[in-house]
């Protein structure tokens, strides 16, 4: 077991050696000094055949830095330097120095402030050549041809493997936002936890199965990872990465309808900007390209088998074009043009209050969609009528949708993800809408039309006119219980707002934090557009607030009870108490109904687990003797020094945060004791959460201090070995 570490790193040797020693030809180098431009007389450095070629490509109005394959009339981007933030302006240039190697300087700019384009990590190593390869790699080496950095093997997320690259576990492509615009797009395809499971999902999705579109399980004996290896022949397989050894591949050059003589193939599998992935083969003669073939893709008929569309929309097929429909009741939150794709939609009718209303069946309609189906969990699955179905979602304020198939009901809460319209499907869907919009069910000839359902809004002044003039011949009596009814309600209402009012203002006051909207933390989220984690209560997305544009971490809690909004608020005030410097900063925080959100500040450095299991920085004996002192320090302020005693159930390598000192810091602490009831037992295996539980968890019995006491001597140990520990279920 200990020699893994060792088998691995010698077989990356091997092949960073093989590529070299295959592919470096001494007089096709790049030489210190050498300069290029956008403007100037190179633009890029070409590789010896021709066909590829690293350097300033136009983008859009300005330029950007990558490598691309020659094609005629376009030229087919494979690799694109910082691809969100790509643009460069016109007199940049691009420089390779001996000491960091590639410079790359922005105008007027000062060299010896710069930090190198590709910084090279080891110690006293000086860069000698460069060379842009014909596999499409363009590398830098030191004065004996040993490669120190290559574009196959850089961290930066790409959308293309080429030929004689690999796919390495933990790595993964991201797809382009379009043909044109090359920055991260809505798609990944990545290796998961279990390093045998290759799956392509959403952006920001967890990609477990449920949210995977595409996927392969591979299974081999032996300790071992999985990676994706694009041979230069053209065979796109699956392989152990450990032996090398091939466990199954997913298309090969055989499927070459035109292969001609004495022409040069060159092969790329490139997850596009519809989410597919798919294998190319392009032909030259000689340096002119002779055509693209498309040899084999993940998805296969049905267009809308990947999850084109955003929160609360289908996707749909029409003149064999996928489109993205709002449902019935949801209106788009912006507008796309003509391009339906990945539409987002939100109500078109403002919040009601069901939980103040003693019959909520009164205020909701159903309107239901044939063929429909989304994915994501539900909250509830029960066997019964379909009629018994729909009354049921109409009492539960917390059901929004549901989806009934063979006698089986199931309930969801808002946002509807991956919606699709299959004849395939056998599914009734029903959406709950306010009593006062009325429409009439939609089959699923009129959902695939561009028909928009028809809105009815009840005429109250006919209403009010009416029963105005029947009250005035009605008995005096009659009109004595109508004013004695009207001003109860009043007055039910008017204690109801004070009584609402005092009870915010004063959690307010008493934690001193700052209350946001949730309209707020939308705009600074982006639309909880970037996910930087996901643990145990919920999914955390980096935003921004104020002027002064402060990082902000924005933590959505998903598995809290709904009911008890005063035991929710006693919690986060307990948190807010909280001020030690080894503990993550509670800034604010959203109550909008069911929807409850905290804010904290941003830790650049992200967890101690990516420090310990996935960095390759060296750290020294001091520097994480340091980190343990204050995870110990953080714990015993929970448990001994603050006002409220705090156990956190939960304490693991993820849960603590580094700053931009390197300080540990923990979060998540205070949550336990929010989470429903059946998620705390049934979920407390998940997440590889076991092996620091202390024994009591299995048992079921009562948690103590102890229980944190137990988690902490294992993450002490992991800190000491940097290992992770082994999880004997």
Not at 50 to 71: E, K, Q
Not at 191 to 198: A, E, G, I, P
Request: aromatic share 10%; charged share 20%.
């Amino acid at each position: 077991m200990a020699s893994t570490p060792a088998l691995l790193l010698l077989v990356l040797l091997m092949l960073f050696a093989n590529e070299t020693t295959a592919e470096t030809n001494h007089t096709h180098l790049i030489s210190i000094g050498s300069v290029i431009s956008p403007t100037g007389t190179h633009a890029s450095w070409a590789s010896r055949s021709g066909l590829f070629a690293f350097g300033f490509y136009p983008h859009g109005n300005s330029y950007a830095v990558g490598i691309w394959l020659l094609n005629q009339p376009n030229h087919t981007i494979v690799w694109t330097h910082n691809r969100d933030s790509p643009s460069v302006p016109s007199n940049s240039t691009l420089r390779l120095t001996k000491e960091g190697g590639l410079l790359l300087l922005q105008g007027n700019e000062d060299p010896e402030f710069l930090t190198p384009l590709y910084y090279l990590y080891q110690a006293k190593v000086e860069v000698a050549s460069a060379s842009m390869l014909d596999s499409g790699n363009f590398v830098l080496y030191d004065k004996n041809f040993s490669m120190l950095w290559s574009s196959f093997h850089n961290s930066m997320p790409s959308d293309t493997i080429l030929g004689g690259q690999n796919l390495t576990s933990g790595a993964k492509l991201v797809s382009s936002v379009s043909q044109s615009d090359h920055s991260s797009g809505h798609f990944w395809l990545r290796s998961q936890f279990d390093y045998v499971h290759l799956a392509a999902c959403r952006v920001n999705s967890t990609c477990e199965p449920e949210d995977a579109y595409w996927a392969k399980n591979t299974y081999f004996e032996g300790y071992g990872y999985l990676q994706l290896s694009l041979s230069i022949e053209g065979s796109l397989c699956l392989q152990d990465y450990s032996s090398g050894s091939e466990l199954e591949c997913l298309a090969s050059s055989k499927n070459l309808t035109d292969k001609s003589k004495n022409a040069t193939f060159i092969y790329r599998a490139t997850l596009d900007e519809d989410g597919n992935f798919r294998l190319y083969a392009h032909q030259f003669k000689g340096n002119t390209s002779s055509g693209v073939q498309t040899l084999w893709k993940a998805v296969e008929g049905d267009k809308c088998q990947v999850p084109l569309c955003g929160l609360n929309s289908y996707c749909f097929i029409k003149s064999d074009k996928a489109m993205c429909q709002c449902y019935p009741g949801f209106i788009r939150i912006k507008s796309g043009g003509n391009d339906t794709r990945f539409l987002d939609c939100e109500q078109n009718h403002s919040k009601d209050n069901c939980e103040s209303i003693e019959d909520p069946t009164t205020m909701y309609n159903m309107t239901s969609l044939k063929d429909i189906y989304w994915g994501g969990s539900p909250y509830l699955v029960v066997p019964m009528e379909m009629e018994t179905c729909k009354k049921s979602c109409q009492k539960d304020c917390d059901c929004r949708a549901v989806l009934y198939k063979s006698s089986i009901c199931e309930k969801y809460k808002l946002p509807l993800l991956y919606g699709r319209s299959s004849k395939d499907a056998s599914t009734t869907a029903f959406l709950k809408m306010p009593s006062g919009i009325v429409l009439s069910p939609t089959s699923n000839e009129t959902a695939l039309s561009s028909t928009k359902p028809s809105l009815f809004v009840d005429d109250k002044r006919s209403l009010i006119m009416i029963l105005s003039f029947t009250l005035g011949w009605i008995s005096f009596f009659g009109l004595v219980f109508v004013l004695y009814i009207f001003i109860i309600y009043r007055r039910q209402v008017h204690r109801y707002a004070i009584l609402s009012a005092s009870e915010n203002l004063g959690f307010v006051e008493e934690c001193s934090l700052r209350s946001f909207s949730f309209d707020e933390l939308v705009k600074s989220t982006g639309g909880f557009a970037e996910e930087i984690g996901r643990g145990s209560f919920g999914a955390v997305y980096r935003g921004t607030i104020g002027d002064s544009n402060r990082m902000v971490a924005v933590r959505r809690l998903e598995k809290f009870v709904d009911e008890g909004e005063r035991e929710f608020q006693a919690e986060i005030t307990a948190i807010a108490r909280t001020h030690h410097k080894n503990l993550v900063k509670l800034i604010g925080f959203c109550i909008d109904g069911s929807r409850k959100l905290l804010v904290f500040e941003y830790l650049s450095n992200g967890s101690l687990a990516d420090l310990l299991f996935k960095s390759h920085m060296t750290m020294a004996w001091k520097e994480r003797l340091k980190i343990a002192l204050d995870v110990a320090r953080g714990v015993l302020y929970l448990h001994e020094e603050c006002d409220v005693r705090i156990i956190h159930c939960n304490i693991k390598p993820q849960n603590i945060l580094m700053d931009e000192m390197w300080t540990a810091k923990i979060s998540d602490f205070g949550f336990a004791r929010l989470l429903k009831p059946s998620y705390s037992r049934m979920k407390k295996m998940d997440d590889k959460r076991s092996r620091y539980l202390a024994p009591e968890w299995q048992k079921d019995e009562s948690v103590s201090v102890k229980a944190d006491v137990y988690s902490f001597g294992v993450v002490l140990l992991e800190i000491a070995c940097r290992r992770s520990s082994i999880d004997m279920n």
